[in-house]
């Protein structure tokens, strides 16, 4: 079981940011993450099923990933990386979830599985996303990013997040 993140939140640079800027939009920049779950089958586990291996793949959707023309700058680029870095425990929370799993049989197994993969990608990783902008104005309020990178920091060291939500 793995979670590999492309690109490492370390090296992500303006780069990755490929796509065009919509008009009209009131922000300078867009993250855009995709989960992929690698192939998995169900195997018996006592008296219930499992999957036997859970690989979460999480890349930048690079054409619809995107910052304006001339606002390339350093505090927004370590806006942005917040944003991955929080994408990527957020991974690794859909990887644990999926490994948790128990079913009484594969069709269930793999009903609640393709449920809770869904709920990761969209509802938390949305979650996450709009706390993080809705606290620091996507990065424009600097007390409030400060108090973000320094939770983002402890998250990432641990390896998960202290953020609850959605319900």
Not at 7 to 20: A, C, E, N, V
Not at 26 to 38: C, Q, R
Not at 128 to 136: L, S
Request: proline share 5%; hydrophobic share 35%.
């Amino acid at each position: 079981m793995a979670v590999t993140t492309t690109p490492d939140p370390k090296d992500l640079k303006w780069s990755h940011y490929t796509g065009p800027a919509p008009k009209g939009s009131p922000h300078d920049a867009y993250t855009k993450p995709k989960f992929t779950l690698g192939n998995t089958t169900a195997v018996k586990d006592g008296e219930d099923y499992r999957l036997n291996k859970v690989d979460i793949k999480l890349e930048m959707e690079t054409l619809q990933c995107w910052v304006k023309a001339g606002k390339e700058t350093d505090a927004l680029l370590e806006h942005e990386r917040g944003h991955w870095i929080m994408q990527s425990l957020v991974a690794k929370e859909m990887q644990d979830a999926l490994a948790a799993l128990r079913a009484s049989d594969a069709d269930a197994l793999f009903k609640d599985a393709t449920k809770k993969f869904e709920w990761y990608r969209s509802d938390r990783s949305g979650f996450v996303d709009k706390k993080y902008d809705d606290d620091t104005n996507h990065g424009a309020n600097k007390p409030q990013q400060a108090v973000w990178d320094g939770k983002i920091k402890a998250w990432a060291e641990k390896g998960s997040m202290d953020l609850a939500g959605p319900p």
